[in-house]
């Protein structure tokens, strides 16, 4: 039975949520703003897709040569590439649904936020996936429906091989992916009618993540924050670099403001 969209108050209604929804090979995503769609970032405007993936691959290989050279595979370098801020097509999840919960919840935007749940299949999709960014990384010409067909039987693998999303169990050679319990999903090269995957598409007609959700209204943010944070989920559990540790601390400098002012008014 597909369960309900909820809204969630409390940071007990949520855990309520997750377990009526909890299946062992469960993933979480949270976002800030209800009307994010579930697609990665290189696919979204103003970048153009596959286009816009191979210059930007192709720039970064040549500028961050030196930070690349450490990593042996080609999925470890699009890890370290998008933690540092450049659109890649891999979506970012979680195995831990207070963190999804973090995320729909850190940004100050007045919107409304989303978490989404999703399940494994398949367990190891990296040497799939270490094939498709070996092109990717290494050329920009983008293949027609023949072209991605003749690519996949020389690889030993079939066309409908790329026209799927992956799930991403990563090496955990990133204390960030580590803390925040961390997998992706990685978008297909192309679709089965052979079109490039691109800015029109997304995961959400896909059976990568489920129609139920459960949506925190923008009042009640700021108020799960405090429940997290007071389990350990924060900016400063979850990145660790200065900027969090130093916002991490403000913001709960602000909240102990605020809870002396309500002692003084009652």
């Not at 909890?22 to 994010?36: P, S, T």
């Not at 696919?43 to 596959?50: E, I, V, W, Y």
């Not at 200065?242 to 916002?247: F, G, Q, R, S």
Request: glycine share 4%.
């Amino acid at each position: 039975m597909e369960l309900k969209i909820i809204v969630i108050n409390t940071l007990r209604e949520y855990l309520d949520w997750v377990e009526q929804c909890y299946k062992r090979n469960a993933y979480y995503r949270g976002h800030a703003d209800i009307d994010w769609r579930l697609i990665p970032r290189v696919f979204r405007s103003p970048f153009q897709g596959l286009v816009s993936e191979c210059r930007l691959l192709k720039l970064a290989s040549s500028l961050a040569w030196h930070e690349l050279s450490k990593y042996h595979t080609y999925l470890e370098k699009l890890i370290f590439l998008q933690h540092y801020g450049l659109p890649t097509r891999l979506l970012d999840v979680t195995f831990n649904p207070l963190v999804a919960l973090y995320m729909a919840c850190c940004s100050e935007n007045n919107r409304d936020g989303v978490v989404y749940v999703g399940y494994r299949y398949e367990q190891d999709n990296i040497c799939l996936a270490e094939i498709t960014l070996e092109y990717l990384f290494n050329h920009s010409y983008i293949m027609a429906k023949k072209d991605l067909q003749k690519f996949a039987k020389d690889n030993n693998l079939t066309f409908e091989d790329f026209c799927k999303p992956l799930f991403i169990y990563p090496p955990l050679n990133s204390p960030r992916i580590e803390r925040q319990q961390g997998a992706f999903v990685m978008a297909p090269y192309a679709k089965n009618n052979g079109i490039p995957f691109d800015v029109n598409d997304s995961f959400d007609s896909t059976n990568f993540f489920e129609k139920s959700k459960a949506v925190i209204p923008t009042s009640n943010k700021e108020r799960i924050l405090r429940q997290l944070s007071i389990l350990g989920i924060n900016g400063a559990s979850l990145y660790q670099d200065i900027t969090h540790k130093l916002t991490c601390i403000t913001q709960e400098e602000k909240w102990r403001i605020q809870d002396q002012d309500n002692i003084e008014l009652e």
